[in-house]
Every structure is written in structure tokens, then in C-alpha cells.
């Protein structure tokens, strides 16, 4: 969005709520403004959109493609809006699950899309986009799938075009570079979209949310896929690199502001034809956590044209699970200990516990832990999730926290860290106050489950030292995950607000902002039509 675009913008919105507030009560209302398709790159058209109202449940919002690939305008917001809330709120996800008249099979094949909301002065601007990779291009000139995403497969005309595929997956380039999971900004200011293939790191514009251009490492580290959830903070980008040849993961650091990572150290797989499935991982002050779970990597299921219901992985039990710790200053592996099994998709965080004299003792790291039970992944096909039919089939899930001893002992510790029940047995999508990344905290922000269900459908609010919940729920809406943002100046580590992308069940999508400390609603920024589900977020303050 160019700056007099922008201000332009800005100004409805201000006028609209201006009058809204001379007419009285306390919901400001801006009459939604489409932009003309003069207004838009050329590129691609802008394309505005009917609000879809009243569709009740059949509508599956959450899981429906977005049909146009960008829109842009202001919203109506309802409530008021706090007017410290200064900068643009993204959130990366699958906007697009069909080509053609084929519909992809699984919630992590979609064609990535950004959702923008640009808060200032108590009002906000919406946007969505189609991130623009080689994958998606390539779908959109042939209208068929031409790269390997998470559950599918292009399909070879001829037995000499499958050799080629075998050929083009081992050296990397039918690997999809979708980046559909992830969107981080980096302490130089440019915007990441990330998945797990490395190619698949782009780099977008957060206002105009233009795909900017590949993110190209610039060193000779090589891999092919990594962490989709690198740890990044104002000075350092850590990273995972699992090695699928001598199974093991490579630990790599990355100045900001530098595309070359730097390899900090090795750890070996103690279990298992493969590693463990890494898509996070924690850090602490002074180190990192390098989990191996029994779902590993498998190379058969990688060649098969058809998924298995794990998909590109296998579940090995009897294979052991670890969780090892290294020395981010030396590379040197500090601990490594057996736990028990183990499935998660995300990490939370993880600090250090220390002695009265203060010495470290052990890593205590908390992950959202679907006990144990791959089958979470298959419950992600879009099948299961379009045909919810009231049975309560969403997999229970818990605050899962490790205790990892640093005295040389060779097991860890793996418990709930609360009762599961207070938010639901349902628990994934997490967020916390960033000044706490890598240190003792309190406060988690994550997706929970009001059941019946077959998918999180709350949002919660965790205090892991009361073992204490809040809980919102709106029947019949899809949130996704709620996004923390401290407000300027803050001591209290709850002192911000949560914000949401919603797929409510009337068909309409809105940008849901919480107060952290009450997780109460303060406000909604309603968009003019329906958003399919999206995965996750981050923030990117104005620049003043």
C-alpha cells in the first residue's frame, strides 16, 4: 500500500467513525470502501468482495477457498479499538484449496495467503493477498498441481516423467516452495514467510503485502527443508536443519540483517532410521532445545504418489524419544535424555531453572502435546474437517512440560503443566509476550476446545504458575491463533492485547482483538467477507 494510498485509507476510516461517535453509543462504524482497481498494482486486479452474511453453519467458511487473490479497504469496526494499537497485524495460512475442479486433501496443502490488518488512531484497514511462489504461479498458468506440497503429488503422465520426479525430489526441485506456514519479521524489518522446504522463504512487503522475492541463504549449508519455525529476536535468527542421510539436525545461527547462517553444531539422532519431525523448537537464554520425537522423516512415504495417513513421516515408538540441549556459545551438547513419547507441532517456550546459588539445573520447555497420538495429522484432511457432524473427535491435547536435569542424568520429565479439562483437552497455536522468549514466564495465549468439536474452537489464556484458564468462545466460529502485542511501556506481562483472525458461522470473517489481562473482547474489525482458517501471525509496529 503506497503512503497516499494509505492516508487516504486512514481518512474514511477517521470520518466514518467520527460520525459514528457524533451519533453516539460505542460502536464505531466505518462504511467499508473497496478499492478500484485503478488503485492496484498491475500485477493483479483488486477485486472487492460482498460481505456473506447469514450462510449459517453449511457455509464452512474456515474451510473454503478465498476466491479472488487480493482485496484491500477499510473495515467497520465495532467496539473501540485501543489507540496505542499502532502497526499491522499479518497472518500467514492456506487461502486457496482447489485448482480447477480439483480440491486439494489436506488442510497444509492450500497456496499460502496474507491477511493484513493495519491498526492506527482507534481504526483499521484490511487486506488479503495470494503469496506469489513459484508453486502457486506455476498452478495458476496450468491449472494443475506442478510441485509437491505437504499431502499431494503431481501426477506423472509417463513412466519416464515419474523417474524424473524421483530425479527432481532428491536434488530439491519439485519440492514445493508454497510458503503457506509461517510469517516472522526479522530484526533488519523485512518480512519472512516461511514453510518447511528452504526454498520455500520468501520475502513480502507487510503494507502492500507484494511478494518481494526469494529469501536466498547465501552459505554452504545446504538442506533441503528445516524448522518452519525458526527462533528469531531483534539480533538472531536460530534454525534446525534436520539431516535425513546421517540422521541428525544441524544447529545454525544467522546475524540479522546477514542471509548466511552460520553452523553452531551437530546433534546425532540416538534413535530411529531417520530424525524426528522438527517443525518448532525452543531456545533458552543460553541454549537450545533440540527435540526427537518417534514421527521421523520417512523416504518411503516420500516417494509413494499416494499419501499414507502420516503422510511424509513414520511413527517409530520403540525408537526411543530424546529431547538434548546445546551450549549456544560453544556448540557443545550439555544433555541428552530419554523421555516419554511424545507428538507436537508447536513449542511454547522455555527458560532455565536454577539453584539458590544460580546455577542452571534444568531446562523446563513446554510444547502444545497431542499425547502421543499421530492421528492428529490425518484429522487435518479437509474431508474430516468440511463434515463435522457434532461427534467429539478432536484429539485431546495438553500443556505438555519437559523437565530436562542438567546432572547428567538420562531421562527427562513429561507431565501436563495443568489440568487438561480447564481449556478443553484442546491446545495448539500458542503465543506469548515476546520480552519472555527463552525465559521464565507466566502467561501462554493459544487455541483450546469447547467440545463437542473435531478442531480448536476456542481461544484460551493460560497462567502456568496459578494453573488458572479464560476461555473465549463464540458458537460456532473457527479463531485462529491468538497473537500477543504488549502495549508500549508495559511492566506486566499481560499488559497488551490478543488479536485473532475468526471464521465466524454465519460466513463473515473478523480481526478480533482481546484484552490480554480480562480476555474479554474490547473489539472486532469486521471484514466484508468470509476468511478461510490461517495459521500463523506476527506483529509490525509502525515505523515512526
Known amino acids: 500500500m503506497s503512503p497516499t494510498m494509505s492516508s487516504s485509507l486512514y481518512t474514511v476510516a477517521a470520518l466514518s467513525g467520527r460520525r459514528a461517535s457524533q451519533q453516539g453509543g460505542n460502536k464505531q462504524r466505518a462504511v467499508v470502501q473497496p478499492l478500484t482497481a485503478d488503485a492496484a498494482t498491475e500485477a493483479l486486479p483488486l477485486i472487492s468482495a460482498p460481505r456473506r452474511r447469514g450462510g449459517g453453519a453449511d457455509e464452512l467458511v474456515a474451510w473454503k477457498s478465498i476466491r479472488q487473490e487480493r482485496w484491500e479497504g477499510v473495515l467497520e469496526v465495532e467496539g473501540n479499538l485501543p489507540l496505542w494499537l499502532d502497526g499491522t497485524y ?40 495470494q503469496i506469489e511462489s513459484e508453486a502457486y504461479k506455476a498452478a495458476r498458468e496450468h491449472g494443475k498441481l506442478c510441485y509437491r506440497e505437504f499431502s ?65 541463504y547465501q552459505d554452504k549449508l545446504g538442506g533441503l527443508i528445516h524448522s ?81 495417513p502420516l503422510y511424509k ?21 550439555v544433555a541428552s535424555v530419554e523421555v516419554p513419547p511424545f507428538m507436537t507441532f508447536h513449542f511454547i517456550n522455555a527458560y532455565e531453572e536454577k539453584d539458590e546459588e544460580g546455577r542452571v539445573t534444568a531446562i523446563i520447555a513446554d510444547c502444545c502435546e497431542h499425547n502421543a497420538n499421530t492421528s492428529i495429522l490425518d484429522n487435518l484432511r479437509l474431508h474430516n474437517l468440511r463434515s463435522f457432524t457434532g461427534e467429539d473427535v478432536l484429539i485431546d491435547s495438553r500443556v505438555g512440560r519437559f523437565r530436562i536435569p542438567l546432572d547428567g542424568s538420562p531421562f527427562g520429565e513429561l507431565e501436563a503443566a495443568l489440568d487438561p479439562e480447564d481449556h478443553g483437552r484442546g491446545m495448539d497455536m500458542c503465543s506469548i509476550n515476546p520480552a519472555h522468549l527463552g525465559k521464565e514466564y507466566r ?62 458461522k454465519d460466513g463473515s470473517g473478523y480481526a478480533l482483538v482481546l484484552d490480554a489481562k480480562t480476555f474479554k473482547e474490547i473489539a472486532r474489525a469486521n471484514f466484508p467477507y468470509g476468511l478461510p482458517y490461517g495459521l500463523h501471525c506476527c506483529w509490525v509496529p509502525r515505523n515512526k
Not at 516461511?194 to 529469501?215: A, M, R, Y
Not at 531417520?274 to 541454549?287: I, L
Not at 513421516?313 to 556459545?329: I, N, R, T
Open 90 to 129: 499479518l497472518r500467514n495460512g492456506p487461502g486457496l484449496w482447489d485448482l480447477g475442479d480439483y480440491g486439494f486433501r489436506h488442510l497444509f496443502d492450500g497456496y499460502a495467503m496474507l491477511v493484513r490488518v493495519s491498526f492506527r488512531d482507534g481504526h483499521a484497514v484490511g487486506a488479503h493477498r
Open 152 to 216: 499431494e503429488v503431481p501426477k506423472p503422465d509417463s513412466f519416464t516423467s515419474f523417474i524424473g520426479q524421483l530425479v527432481s525430489l532428491f536434488s530439491g526441485s519439485s519440492l514445493t516452495d508454497n510458503s503457506n506456514t509461517g510469517v516472522l519479521r526479522l530484526g533488519d524489518g523485512r518480512v519472512l514467510c516461511l514453510t518447511e522446504s528452504v526454498k520455500g522463504s520468501i520475502i513480502v512487503d507487510p503494507d502492500t503485502l507484494d511478494t518481494v522475492s526469494k529469501f536466498e
Open 228 to 308: 518452519a519455525h525458526p527462533i528469531v529476536t531483534d539480533t538472531e535468527f536460530w534454525t534446525l536443519i534436520p539431516d535425513l542421510i546421517r540422521p541428525g539436525y544441524v544447529v545454525a545461527r544467522m546475524d540479522i540483517g546477514s542471509n548466511e547462517r552460520q553452523f553452531v553444531g551437530r546433534v546425532d539422532c540416538r534413535g530411529g532410521p531417520a530424525p524426528g519431525w522438527v517443525h518448532s523448537f525452543p531456545v533458552t537464554e543460553n541454549y537450545v532445545v533440540v527435540p526427537e520425537m518417534p514421527l521421523r522423516y520417512c523416504v518411503a512415504n516420500l516417494l509413494r504418489a499416494e499419501p499414507t
Open 313 to 333: 513421516f513414520q511413527w517409530y515408538p520403540d525408537s526411543g524419544s530424546y529431547m538434548h540441549v546445546m551450549c549456544k556459545a560453544s556448540g557443545n551438547i
Open 443 to 504: 502467561y501462554t495465549y493459544a487455541c483450546g476446545a469447547h467440545r463437542p468439536c473435531n478442531f480448536p474452537n476456542t481461544l484460551t489464556k493460560i497462567d502456568l504458575v496459578e494453573k488458572t484458564v479464560m476461555n473465549w468462545y463464540e458458537e460456532g466460529a473457527v479463531p485462529s491463533e491468538p497473537y500477543f502485542v504488549p502495549r508500549p511501556g508495559a511492566v506486566e506481562e499481560d499488559d497488551g492485547v490478543a488479536i485473532s483472525m475468526v471464521s465466524a
